[in-house]
């Protein structure tokens, strides 16, 4: 089980990257909608597993590899706003939540 410190900046790391790729990122992605979905902070607070949905893609596996090339971008906009709330900014390591995809296909499948 997460601790509380765990889960304050999982979600401040959450907030803060899902206004990133928002606002900041549009010339690195173009017009993909990166959702971040989940945040999971090690216990040591060093690494932050961020799961994201991308949506107005063709290919997400493309566009995951690209946010992955770009980490130490993000990282470095990420570590400008939270600076003065924590000690240590995590290394960021992405993944594809397909969980959104698989909900929509299981209703399509249980509709027939």
Known sequence: ???TRQLKVSR??????????QRETRLLFGNALIT?????????????RVYVSLFNVPDP???LKSIQE???EIRTKLATRIKK????IPN????????????????????K
């Open 12 to 21: 401040l790391v959450q907030k803060e990257l899902g206004e990133i790729f």
């Open 61 to 63: 596996k493309v566009l």
């Open 85 to 88: 709330q924590v000690r240590v």
């Open 36 to 48: 971040v979905t989940v945040v999971r902070v090690s216990p040591d607070l060093s690494v932050a």
């Open 70 to 72: 770009n980490t130490k």
């Open 92 to 111: 960021l390591v992405f993944f594809h939540d397909d969980s959104l995809d698989y909900a929509m296909r299981i209703d399509e499948l249980l509709k």
């Open 1 to 3: 089980m997460d601790s």
